[in-house]
């Protein structure tokens, strides 16, 4: 008896170790998380040439039957008390307003799957500053497929949902942006998966791995505060952290 407890605490332990996958989703710099997407991204800030991609995956919990698109939301917080111009995206007036962009194409080589099979197109609905504080954005997408080409999704499966670029133009030199130096944390809140019947919608949040996926980071990101929690890593409920500051986080 003492044998099969021992071998069972052991068995618990390494479970406790191991993240599995799904359901939830996924964000990463590069390319989708399982091909090596990178966590964090650091970048010089010495040219205007160039720029960035982040990749936006997800796995489901339980399969979807004839999905027609996805509402997908971002949202990004700085170590600084207010976003700084160097993030300002897409609303007129603001310093970077071509620099934030979006695309449905998946990489050539990828162990994601693209949910709609090319067929998918997409636009940045919202860039909101300051929704959840002065120091972060909202950054709200649309994607949809033509009713010929509805898409029945299974759980368990990485999907491809779509890229953020980011390019580098007004960095340095005059009428440059402040603040790509300062440490960006960025969080994949939740993609609603559509269907032509509400009732059969559904909403992926939370990291798949269990830890980690659903944020990655600009400059490390360390320092960032939002909702009274500190720290990119606040986002996950595996950290040292309340649900209720966890929460805070996403919504």
């Not at 897409?90 to 990828?110: F, H, P």
């Amino acid at each position: 008896m003492k044998r099969v407890t021992l071998l069972c605490g052991l068995l618990l332990a390494i479970t406790a170790g191991v993240a599995t996958a799904g359901p939830g989703v996924e964000i990463r710099w590069d390319a989708c998380l399982p091909s090596g997407g990178a966590i964090n991204k650091n970048f010089a800030c010495n040219t205007n040439g160039g720029g960035e991609q982040i990749t936006a995956s997800f796995i489901l919990g339980e399969d979807i039957l004839q999905a027609s698109g996805q509402e997908v939301v971002i949202d990004l917080a700085s170590a600084t008390s207010v976003l700084p111009a160097w993030w300002g995206f897409k609303n007129v007036g603001t310093c970077r307003q071509l620099s934030l962009g979006l695309n449905t194409t998946i990489g050539l080589v990828s162990p994601c799957t693209d949910w709609a099979s090319g067929s998918a197109t997409g636009g940045l609905g919202a860039y909101n500053i300051g929704e959840r504080g002065p120091n972060t954005a909202r950054i709200k997408i649309a994607i949809a497929v033509p009713a010929a080409a509805l898409a029945d999704l299974f759980a368990g499966q990485d999907y491809f949902s779509c890229n953020l670029t980011i390019n580098n133009l007004k960095t340095v030199g005059t009428g440059a942006c402040l603040g790509c130096g300062n440490a960006v944390c960025i969080v994949f809140n939740s993609i609603k998966c559509t269907t032509q019947l509400p009732i059969n919608d559904r909403t992926i949040t939370g990291p798949a791995n269990g830890f980690d996926s659903d944020f990655c980071t600009w400059q490390g990101g360390g320092g960032v505060t939002v909702g009274g929690v500190t720290g990119c890593g606040a986002a996950t409920p595996t950290r040292n952290a309340t649900w209720g500051a966890v929460k805070a986080l996403y919504h």
